[in-house]
C-alpha cells in the first residue's frame, strides 16, 4: 500500500554501494548537460535564463519520486519551453514580471491536469494526438526553435512580427548589415566543440565543455564590452529626441493598458449586475464602457505600432567611441563624429527592449551579449498571481492551453519512458508517470519553476551512465541546487550565442522527414494530415497550439467521415481460394449470391449505409436470391445497428430474397438475443464462418437455378474437400 503512494520505496529493493555509486555518477553527468540547457531553454520560454535553473532544481526529483520510470530524466524542454512562450505572448510582454507570474502559474495548472489525469486513471486521453499530427507538429516545431535562435547568434536585434517566418526574413535582412561576427564566430565554436565531442565519445558531456570553453573565451577576451551611461553623453540631439519619444510612447501604452484593466473588470462586472437582476445586455452602461474600451484600443494599437518602428529604428544606429574615453565615454553617430577622432574600434549600439529607456543609466552595448548576473539562492513560495487577475481567472485562462502542454509534454515523456523500459526490462505504469509529471510541475511552480516534460537527450545520458534508480535525478537536483547558491558568478560570461548554439543542437534530432514517409505509406490520408500539421504549425507560429488543432480536426472529421462510411466490400473467390474484394480484384460474381463483408462497428452513425449497399447490389444484380453478411468485421452493435438489422431482413425477405449471416462476434450475438432479433433471422441462418454458410446456401441455390460457370463452385468444392 506505501508503495502504491511512494513508489520511490521500491529503489530499495536490493540497494548496494555499488548502484548508489552509479547513480551519483549518472546525477552528476545529467546536471552538466542540464545546467547549461536549462538557462537556453528558459529563454526559449521568454524568460530570464535563471529561470531554467529554477525549472532544474525540484521537478527533476519531484518526477523520479513519484513516477514510474527509474531513468526518466524531467525538466526544461524545447518543445514545451516554445508552447510556453507562444501561449503567454498574448497576455504579456516576454520577460516582464507578469510573463513570468503567468509562466509559473501555467506550470501549476499543467501539473494539476496531469495530476487529475493520473488519479482517474486517464492516460489514455493522450490518444488524442495522433502520430501523425505529432509528427508534423515536432518537425515544425523543431524548425520553428531552431530558427528562433538566429538572432542571438548573428547577434542581431529584431521584434517579433505577427507571424514567425516574418520575423526570420527581418533577422535575415539584419544579419546582412549588422551582424557581430565575435558572436557568430564563437557560436559556431560551440557547435563545433559539441558535434566533435558527440563524435569522438558520446559519452563526454559536450555541452557543458562547449560552455565552459567559451565562458574563458569570453571572460578574457572582452567578449561583452558593456557600458552604462547618462543621457547626455550620447552626443546626438536627434537620437535623443528618438528615445525620448520611444519612452512616451511606451509610457502612454503602460498607462492606457492599465485603464483598459480597470474598464475590463467594470464591463465584468457590469454584465454580472445585469445578469442578476434580468436587464437587457445591450444597457447603455455597457455600451458606454465597450465604447471607452474600443477607443483605449485604437490608441494601444497606435501607439505599439509607432514603438514599434522608434524601437527599430534605435536598434540600428550605431555608435563610436573615443579610444582612450574613460569610464563615462561620450558617444557619436556617424554625423555627429569629430574629424580626426581615433575610436576604440568597437560599434556601440543602445540595448532596446519593450520598456521604456533608464535615462539616467543607458546600456550601450559595444559587443557580444552574455548572461550577466544571476541571483543568488533558491526561491521557494507560493506561486504569485498576475497583477490585476486573481488565481481563478488566470487559472482559467491559461487552461486550454495547459491542457495541450500537458498532453505533448506527456507523450513526449511516456514515449521516451517506454524505449527505456524496452531497454531494461522496467515495468512502467503510464498513469503513476502522469502522477509523477503532474507533481513535478505542480511542486515546481513553488520554486519559480514553468512547465517541464521529460528530456529525451538527457535521459539516454541517465541511461548511459548507468543510473539504476531515480536516486540519479535527487543528485541531479542537488547539483543544480548547489549552482544556484554558490556557482551562479561563474556564469556570468557565459556568451548568449553559445545558449542559441545549445538549443539549436538539442532540437536536431526532433526533425524525422523518415516520419512523413512512414505515414504516408501506412496510409496516405495519413501522410497528408502530417504533411497539413506540419504547413499550418510553421504557417501560425508562434501560435503553435493553431497548427496542433487543424491536425487533430482533421484526424476526428477522418474518423468521423470512416465511421460514416465504413467499408463494405463484395466478395468472391480468389486465385488462392479465399474471398476477398471482387470490385478491387476483378474477380467474377455469383449472379445469385452476393457475399457482402461490413467492416467496423455498425451504430449509430452508419446503421443505414449497410443498407443502402445491399439495396444497391439487389439493383445491380436482378439474379440475386441470397445475401450472406459476412460479419466477422462487425465488432459492436448498437440500439440503432439493430434497428437497422430488422429493416435489412424485412426488406431483403419483401423482395422474396434471402438473408443469413455468418462469422458474428459473441458481443453482436449477445445483442441480438437479447432483443429477440435472432428470432426473426432464424438461427438456421447464421452459420460460424464463411465456408460452412456457403456450403448450405451453394447447395440450396443452384440445386433450382443452374449455374455450371459460377465462381464460387470451385470454393464450395474445396470446402467439402
Known sequence: MLTK?????????????????????AGITVAMVLIPQSMAYAQLAGLPAYYGLYAAFLPPMVA?????SRQLATGPVAVVSLMSAASLEPLATAGGPEFIAYSIILALTVGCFQLFLGVFKLG??????????????????????????????????????????QTIINVCKSAFHYTHFPTLLIGILAIVIMVGLKRVNPKIPNVLVAVAVTILISKFTGFNNNKFIA??????????????????????????????????????????????????????????????????????????????????????????????????????????????????????????????????????????????????GLKIGIPKAPKNSSYLAAFLQLFPFAVIISLLGFMEAIAIAK???????????????????????????????????????????????NAVSGVSSVITSLMVAITLLFLTPLLYHLPQAVLAAVIMMAVIGLINTQGFVHAWKAKRSDGIISIIAFVCTLYFAPHLE???????????????????????????????????????????????????????????????YLEDKVLEYIVKKPDLLHILIESSGINDLDASGEDALSILVDTVRGSYREISFCGLKEGVLAVLKRTHLIDKIGEENLYPNSRRALESIHKKIHETEGCDKCPLRAYVSSCIT
Not at 501523425?132 to 512580427?161: M, W
Not at 484600443?297 to 518602428?309: F, P, Y
Open 64 to 68: 523520479s519520486l513519484f513516477g514510474s
Open 124 to 165: 489514455l486521453v493522450v490518444n488524442l494526438l495522433s502520430h501523425p499530427v505529432v509528427n508534423g507538429f515536432t518537425n515544425a516545431a523543431a524548425i520553428v526553435i531552431a530558427s528562433s535562435q538566429f538572432s542571438k547568434l548573428f547577434g542581431v536585434y529584431v521584434d517579433k512580427a505577427p507571424h514567425h517566418y
Open 231 to 376: 543621457l547626455e553623453n550620447i552626443k546626438d540631439p536627434k537620437i535623443i529626441q528618438r528615445i525620448n519619444e520611444f519612452n512616451n510612447d511606451v509610457n502612454n501604452i503602460e498607462t492606457l493598458s492599465t485603464k483598459r484593466a480597470g474598464l475590463n473588470n467594470e464591463l465584468k462586472a457590469a454584465h454580472d449586475k445585469s445578469e442578476r437582476h434580468g436587464i437587457n445586455t445591450t444597457s447603455t452602461a455597457i455600451l458606454d464602457i465597450e465604447h471607452k474600451l474600443a477607443l483605449i484600443q485604437a490608441k494601444i494599437d497606435r501607439l505599439t505600432g509607432a514603438a514599434h518602428v522608434k524601437r527599430e529604428n534605435l536598434r540600428l544606429v550605431h555608435f563610436a567611441v573615443s579610444k582612450n574615453a574613460g569610464e563615462t565615454p561620450s558617444f557619436y553617430t556617424d554625423s555627429t563624429l569629430p574629424n580626426g577622432l581615433e575610436t576604440d574600434g568597437h560599434k556601440w549600439r543602445i540595448k532596446v527592449t519593450n520598456k521604456p529607456l533608464n535615462i539616467a543609466n543607458l546600456q550601450m552595448i559595444g559587443a557580444g551579449a552574455v548572461v550577466g548576473d544571476i541571483p543568488k
Open 5 to 25: 503512494f511512494f513508489p520511490f520505496l521500491l529503489w530499495f529493493n536490493d540497494y548496494n554501494k555499488e548502484k548508489l555509486s552509479a547513480d551519483i555518477i
Open 546 to 608: 493553431e497548427g496542433i488543432m487543424v491536425g487533430v480536426a482533421l484526424t476526428f472529421a477522418l474518423f468521423i467521415y470512416k465511421n460514416l462510411r465504413p467499408k463494405v466490400a463484395l466478395l468472391s473467390k480468389s486465385p488462392d481460394d479465399t474471398l476477398t474484394d471482387a470490385i478491387k480484384d476483378d474477380l467474377k460474381e455469383c449472379d445469385h449470391i452476393a457475399i457482402v463483408r461490413f467492416d467496423g462497428a455498425l451504430i449509430f452513425t452508419n446503421a443505414t
Open 419 to 465: 524505449s527505456m523500459a524496452a531497454k531494461t526490462g522496467q515495468r512502467l505504469d503510464p498513469n503513476q508517470e502522469l502522477i509523477g509529471q503532474g507533481l513535478a510541475n505542480i511542486i515546481g511552480s513553488f520554486g519559480q519553476s514553468y512547465a517541464v516534460s521529460g528530456s529525451f537527450s538527457r535521459s539516454a545520458v541517465n541511461l548511459q551512465a
